[in-house]
């Protein structure tokens, strides 16, 4: 499991927010992405794109609700094809699982597509630590390798990183002559990996959906080193989470139109690779084994609760990500583990621990931009709500999270508002005590949290002489009274 | 993960109900509408795969696109190029034509496993990989190709180009079409369509960088697809 | 022309208009009596309970809610000038009574009288123009919950579109949030601030010297960013605009 580092978000989001390189690299991502998505969808039209979500989401919807007959018949068809199902509770039974293979087919090198679920097992040091060498292939996964960090973005690993950053970071790790330029340094990488790709035991992948009808795993990447993970080595590992099956091949059209758009506005990726199993007698190549890890690891959780379960129809494409104006702002680190944005908001909690996680289902105005976006048409903001009551509401000390005088505020709120009397003589305080501080209509300064955080930067208006309900009663209640 | 079994969804999920007579007939009518449409699916698959970045040429007849491969070939001034073992080829006899000009051609035939790692070590060396196309999806502008004996994985992964021969019989009008397909010959065979599939859509690409697109990265930089027909 | 002989509105105010700015809701009642509208005020309103909601606090929100639904037991319309108060009232609560099948029927069926006063205006009234005349520049803020809850985004355009002599500039960005979202806005100051001067930079950007909106929540925070600046952009509320006797 990575370090949680979700409970700094607010010191975290405070520091990234400043940071002048980070700003350039999120502007990037919020024009640059949005934009192409959006073109992409005015291009088959907007009414063409609704058909797509709600067939997507009603998929997503019934599988879920069947999933654990949709896993067995997976499983099923998996083994028929030859290949080994292995399904993994947790992230420490999941690495066992991995580990015993290397151990035991005596793996030495290997190389590894995208994989989100194996950020969540912290895979790659489990495998470092057996000896084994371990290569992230995906460029931008490469890259965060090299410099030990975690991913920033679901789609784009690296984004946060500039390209002088990279430049520097493969002139250090790699030892090769300092250039800042681009296609150079893809060809650096093109020329590193390679090697690894032909000489790997074991290449490990991720899965953006499995095919419980054909006992399928497939991937949709641009680089090729997808393909070259799960063609060349002798051992195919296809590591997941337990959300990402679906009923029927037919079914995968739908999704492979709306991920791709979603994430970064093409119309396909260069390609969408569908693996059934180790390669068989008459193949030129290809795995001699195929291993696909199932990882639960606390989706059980999202499962159980039906306020959450629609989480589990994510298909991680990002678009929630780029439209986000908090995640514009502070970046994905700042989300202090695997999964950033409005979808890491939600799922996080259910994977890390509720307390834990607790800054970050607050940590959003609720505008609702993400759910617009979302291709499975989550309802992201309706969980982020259904999150806040439990952190506030639940009476177990180990997920409560409010703190005292936030409790005492409430309910003083909730006493006023439910006693007009009490409301107006809470109104006439404030109008004595606003006195030193109300000048020309506005307060410019309360000495005081929570009001000090907003006085810091933007005014406040002073309560005027008379509520509305004052005027009303003096002069509006009755149509001949009013100024017409 | 120590749950209870689950149980099957009712009403049945449509689409694992259907018979291998409904998927026959399913599979009749796309025939029959593609076969009606090919002019149009061949000119959308032509200007949809160029917007994906192939490169495409319409070839009118098989000696034309012998001349194309040769151009490519020549152009790229490689001296081994490898190919797949499809039917295609033998519409299109581009080896002796590429043997002609001094440039080695290795087909894929292999009958041991030692010769799998000699085909390895050929696929390498190759600077151009070529292959048909079980299916060419106008849609997507996609070449979709299906590792069995005499077509390997690597061959259109490996070397720097990869170029596609398409006959008009391989083209079919979208992402459903190839899947009613497979599906078909999954049940058909009793539950198997084969080890890999994989769809192409243009050259190797990434944008890991600042989001600057740069094309050719572990894959084929540059991708042809010959279009007979 | 209204659509029923002398509707009846039955206005709830908000908490923000009431205690912070009373003469928008002088202005809501002025343009409604001057469409021929009825309008009374149940006196025992209070706040919808959304920001008790926001911030995890259900059962304190339900009380609030109940006073709510006590209230407008006899409406035939309630009338609304605030998206996110509208939203509250009409999805919200429905979930908040999620449990309570007596309260959720009660909920639903106060739901289908909730509107958010442009809606009332163009989608029950059937009035696009209400003769209101003014001059300048504005532009225009959708608040998040108006746009994206309600789904109202034609409605106040239209109505700003006819009025005399207004110029409405398009505002860039317009969708993305003002950074307000209740107590987000305390308890994420820095990044509430970075969103609200996102916002204040795409509004004078279109030189507008006024900013409309249909949300005082939103208002409150641009505005207060504008005045802190010192910048010359007025915010008014929609019905601000329409009001005829409004200076």
């Given at each position: 499991m990575p370090q949680i580092k979700t409970q700094d978000f607010f010191n975290a989001s405070a520091l990234s927010i400043k940071d002048p390189e980070l700003r350039q690299a999120l502007q990037r991502v919020g024009t640059g992405f949005d934009n192409a998505r959006r073109e992409a969808i005015d291009e088959v039209s907007a009414e063409v794109w609704e058909q797509w979500r709600e067939a997507a989401r009603q998929i997503k919807e019934h599988t879920i609700d069947h999933l654990d007959y949709y896993l067995e018949l997976l499983h099923d068809n998996v083994t028929k094809n030859g290949g080994q199902v292995h399904f993994a509770r947790d992230a420490e039974q999941a690495n066992a699982i991995v580990a015993d293979l290397v151990k035991s087919k005596g793996v030495k090198i290997i190389t590894k597509g995208k994989s989100m679920v194996s950020e969540e097992l912290s895979l790659n040091h489990v495998l470092e630590g057996l000896g084994t060498e371990v290569y992230e292939t995906d460029l931008g996964e490469y890259i965060i390798q090299l410099a030990d960090e975690t991913p920033s973005h679901l789609v784009a690993p690296a984004l946060h990183k500039t390209k002088a950053q990279v430049a520097q970071l493969f002139t250090d790790k790699l030892g090769v002559p300092y250039t800042d330029d681009i296609e150079e340094m893809a060809r650096v990488a093109r020329e590193v990996l390679r090697g690894k790709f032909l000489a790997a035991d074991m290449g490990i992948s991720g899965a953006n959906f499995l095919v419980a009808e054909t006992g399928s795993l497939v991937i949709i990447t641009n680089e090729g080193n997808g393909r070259l993970c799960t063609s060349a080595p002798r051992i195919h590992v296809g590591i997941t989470g337990m959300?990402?099956?679906?009923?029927?091949?037919?079914?995968?059209a739908v999704f492979l139109r709306l991920l791709p758009r979603s994430a970064t506005g093409q119309r396909l990726t260069s390609y969408m690779s569908m693996v059934?199993?180790?390669?068989?007698?008459?193949?030129?190549?290809?795995?001699e084994e195929f291993h696909l890890v199932i990882v639960d690891n606390g989706r059980s959780k999202m499962l159980a609760d039906p306020k959450l379960r629609e989480s589990l129809y994510c298909i991680r494409c990002g678009a929630c990500l780029n439209i986000c104006p908090v995640y514009q702002k502070v970046g994905g680190h700042a989300y202090g583990w695997v999964y950033p944005g409005p979808i890491g908001a939600i799922v996080t909690p259910s994977l890390v621990g509720l307390k834990q996680a607790k800054d970050l289902p607050f940590?959003?105005?609720?505008?609702g931009a993400c759910r617009e976006v979302c291709p499975v048409k989550i309802n992201i903001p309706r969980m982020l709500l259904h999150l806040r009551q439990e952190l506030t509401e639940n009476s177990d000390p180990a997920v409560n999270s409010t703190p005292a005088w936030e409790s005492i505020l409430a309910r003083c709120y909730t006493a006023i508002m439910n006693h007009p009397t009490l409301l107006s003589m809470g109104i006439k305080l404030l109008k004595l005590l606003q006195m030193p501080l109300a000048q020309n209509g506005r307060i410019r300064r309360v000495p005081f949290a929570p009001l000090s955080r907003w006085t810091r930067s933007r005014d406040l208006p002073a309560l005027p002489k008379h509520s509305f309900r004052e005027i009303w009663r003096q002069e509006l209640s009755s149509p001949n009274q009013s100024d017409q | 993960m120590g749950r209870q079994s689950g149980s099957a969804p009712t009403p049945p999920y449509l689409h694992l109900e259907e018979t291998l007579t409904q998927l026959e007939s399913q599979a009749q009518e796309l025939e029959q509408r593609v076969s009606d449409n090919r002019e149009a699916l061949l000119s959308e698959l032509a200007e949809t795969a160029e917007l994906r970045g192939w490169n495409v040429c319409r070839a009118a007849n098989p000696e034309a696109a012998i001349t194309y491969v040769e151009s490519v070939v020549t152009g790229l001034k490689v001296g081994q190029v490898v190919r797949s073992a499809q039917e295609v080829f033998d519409q299109v006899p581009i080896a002796r034509a590429l043997q002609n000009l001094g440039i080695n051609v290795v087909a894929i035939a292999r009958d041991d496993q030692q010769t799998r790692d000699q085909l390895r070590n050929e696929i390498i060396a190759s600077g151009v990989g070529i292959t048909g196309a079980d299916y060419a999806v106008s849609e997507t502008g996609s070449v979709v190709v299906m590792p069995r004996l005499g077509l390997s994985r690597l061959v259109s992964l490996v070397p720097p180009v990869h170029i596609a021969l398409v006959r008009e019989q391989d083209v079919v009008e979208s992402l459903d079409d190839v899947f009613l397909l497979r599906r078909l010959e999954y049940h058909r065979n009793g539950g198997d369509m084969g080890s890999y599939l994989n769809f192409i859509t243009g050259p190797s690409r990434t944008a890991d960088i600042e989001q600057t697109l740069v094309v050719?990265?572990?894959?084929?930089k540059e991708v042809h697809m010959v279009l007979l027909g | 022309m209204p659509s029923a002989p002398s509707p009846k509105a039955s206005l709830y105010v908000t908490c923000v208009i009431d205690q912070l700015y009373p003469e928008v809701g002088v202005s809501v009642v002025r343009v409604l009596r001057n469409l021929g509208v009825t309008v009374d005020f149940p006196p025992s309103q209070t706040c919808c309970g959304q920001p008790l909601f926001n911030s995890g606090f259900a059962a304190q929100a339900r009380q609030l809610a109940r006073r709510v639904l006590l209230s407008f037991k006899d409406a035939s319309y309630v009338v609304v000038p605030s998206g996110s108060c509208a939203a509250m009232m009409r999805v919200f609560y429905l979930d908040l009574f999620d449990n309570d099948p007596v309260m959720r029927q009660q909920a639903n069926e106060f739901s289908s009288k909730v509107y958010e006063f442009s809606e009332f205006l163009v989608n029950v009234l059937n009035v696009t123009n209400v003769g209101a005349r003014s001059a300048g520049a504005a532009t225009y803020h959708p608040s998040c919950h108006l746009l994206r809850e309600l789904g109202i985004q034609e409605e106040p355009q239209q109505l700003l579109a006819n009025v005399d002599g207004l110029e409405m500039v398009d505002l860039p960005n317009?969708?993305?949030?003002?950074?307000?979202g209740g107590t987000f806005s305390v308890k994420y100051p820095h990044i509430s601030e970075g969103m609200v001067a996102d916002k204040v930079e795409n509004i004078l950007s279109t030189r507008a010297d006024t900013l409309v909106s249909c949300d005082m929540s939103c208002l409150m925070n641009i505005g207060g960013s504008l005045s802190r600046q010192q910048k010359p952009v007025n915010v008014k509320h929609l019905a601000q605009i329409l009001d005829r006797e409004a200076s």
């Amino acid at each position: 499991m990575p370090q949680i580092k979700t409970q700094d978000f607010f010191n975290a989001s405070a520091l990234s927010i400043k940071d002048p390189e980070l700003r350039q690299a999120l502007q990037r991502v919020g024009t640059g992405f949005d934009n192409a998505r959006r073109e992409a969808i005015d291009e088959v039209s907007a009414e063409v794109w609704e058909q797509w979500r709600e067939a997507a989401r009603q998929i997503k919807e019934h599988t879920i609700d069947h999933l654990d007959y949709y896993l067995e018949l997976l499983h099923d068809n998996v083994t028929k094809n030859g290949g080994q199902v292995h399904f993994a509770r947790d992230a420490e039974q999941a690495n066992a699982i991995v580990a015993d293979l290397v151990k035991s087919k005596g793996v030495k090198i290997i190389t590894k597509g995208k994989s989100m679920v194996s950020e969540e097992l912290s895979l790659n040091h489990v495998l470092e630590g057996l000896g084994t060498e371990v290569y992230e292939t995906d460029l931008g996964e490469y890259i965060i390798q090299l410099a030990d960090e975690t991913p920033s973005h679901l789609v784009a690993p690296a984004l946060h990183k500039t390209k002088a950053q990279v430049a520097q970071l493969f002139t250090d790790k790699l030892g090769v002559p300092y250039t800042d330029d681009i296609e150079e340094m893809a060809r650096v990488a093109r020329e590193v990996l390679r090697g690894k790709f032909l000489a790997a035991d074991m290449g490990i992948s991720g899965a953006n959906f499995l095919v419980a009808e054909t006992g399928s795993l497939v991937i949709i990447t641009n680089e090729g080193n997808g393909r070259l993970c799960t063609s060349a080595p002798r051992i195919h590992v296809g590591i997941t989470g337990m959300e990402k099956v679906i009923p029927s091949l037919h079914d995968l059209a739908v999704f492979l139109r709306l991920l791709p758009r979603s994430a970064t506005g093409q119309r396909l990726t260069s390609y969408m690779s569908m693996v059934s199993g180790p390669r068989r007698e008459a193949d030129e190549d290809g795995p001699e084994e195929f291993h696909l890890v199932i990882v639960d690891n606390g989706r059980s959780k999202m499962l159980a609760d039906p306020k959450l379960r629609e989480s589990l129809y994510c298909i991680r494409c990002g678009a929630c990500l780029n439209i986000c104006p908090v995640y514009q702002k502070v970046g994905g680190h700042a989300y202090g583990w695997v999964y950033p944005g409005p979808i890491g908001a939600i799922v996080t909690p259910s994977l890390v621990g509720l307390k834990q996680a607790k800054d970050l289902p607050f940590a959003s105005s609720l505008c609702g931009a993400c759910r617009e976006v979302c291709p499975v048409k989550i309802n992201i903001p309706r969980m982020l709500l259904h999150l806040r009551q439990e952190l506030t509401e639940n009476s177990d000390p180990a997920v409560n999270s409010t703190p005292a005088w936030e409790s005492i505020l409430a309910r003083c709120y909730t006493a006023i508002m439910n006693h007009p009397t009490l409301l107006s003589m809470g109104i006439k305080l404030l109008k004595l005590l606003q006195m030193p501080l109300a000048q020309n209509g506005r307060i410019r300064r309360v000495p005081f949290a929570p009001l000090s955080r907003w006085t810091r930067s933007r005014d406040l208006p002073a309560l005027p002489k008379h509520s509305f309900r004052e005027i009303w009663r003096q002069e509006l209640s009755s149509p001949n009274q009013s100024d017409q | 993960m120590g749950r209870q079994s689950g149980s099957a969804p009712t009403p049945p999920y449509l689409h694992l109900e259907e018979t291998l007579t409904q998927l026959e007939s399913q599979a009749q009518e796309l025939e029959q509408r593609v076969s009606d449409n090919r002019e149009a699916l061949l000119s959308e698959l032509a200007e949809t795969a160029e917007l994906r970045g192939w490169n495409v040429c319409r070839a009118a007849n098989p000696e034309a696109a012998i001349t194309y491969v040769e151009s490519v070939v020549t152009g790229l001034k490689v001296g081994q190029v490898v190919r797949s073992a499809q039917e295609v080829f033998d519409q299109v006899p581009i080896a002796r034509a590429l043997q002609n000009l001094g440039i080695n051609v290795v087909a894929i035939a292999r009958d041991d496993q030692q010769t799998r790692d000699q085909l390895r070590n050929e696929i390498i060396a190759s600077g151009v990989g070529i292959t048909g196309a079980d299916y060419a999806v106008s849609e997507t502008g996609s070449v979709v190709v299906m590792p069995r004996l005499g077509l390997s994985r690597l061959v259109s992964l490996v070397p720097p180009v990869h170029i596609a021969l398409v006959r008009e019989q391989d083209v079919v009008e979208s992402l459903d079409d190839v899947f009613l397909l497979r599906r078909l010959e999954y049940h058909r065979n009793g539950g198997d369509m084969g080890s890999y599939l994989n769809f192409i859509t243009g050259p190797s690409r990434t944008a890991d960088i600042e989001q600057t697109l740069v094309v050719g990265v572990h894959g084929p930089k540059e991708v042809h697809m010959v279009l007979l027909g | 022309m209204p659509s029923a002989p002398s509707p009846k509105a039955s206005l709830y105010v908000t908490c923000v208009i009431d205690q912070l700015y009373p003469e928008v809701g002088v202005s809501v009642v002025r343009v409604l009596r001057n469409l021929g509208v009825t309008v009374d005020f149940p006196p025992s309103q209070t706040c919808c309970g959304q920001p008790l909601f926001n911030s995890g606090f259900a059962a304190q929100a339900r009380q609030l809610a109940r006073r709510v639904l006590l209230s407008f037991k006899d409406a035939s319309y309630v009338v609304v000038p605030s998206g996110s108060c509208a939203a509250m009232m009409r999805v919200f609560y429905l979930d908040l009574f999620d449990n309570d099948p007596v309260m959720r029927q009660q909920a639903n069926e106060f739901s289908s009288k909730v509107y958010e006063f442009s809606e009332f205006l163009v989608n029950v009234l059937n009035v696009t123009n209400v003769g209101a005349r003014s001059a300048g520049a504005a532009t225009y803020h959708p608040s998040c919950h108006l746009l994206r809850e309600l789904g109202i985004q034609e409605e106040p355009q239209q109505l700003l579109a006819n009025v005399d002599g207004l110029e409405m500039v398009d505002l860039p960005n317009k969708e993305t949030c003002c950074g307000f979202g209740g107590t987000f806005s305390v308890k994420y100051p820095h990044i509430s601030e970075g969103m609200v001067a996102d916002k204040v930079e795409n509004i004078l950007s279109t030189r507008a010297d006024t900013l409309v909106s249909c949300d005082m929540s939103c208002l409150m925070n641009i505005g207060g960013s504008l005045s802190r600046q010192q910048k010359p952009v007025n915010v008014k509320h929609l019905a601000q605009i329409l009001d005829r006797e409004a200076s």
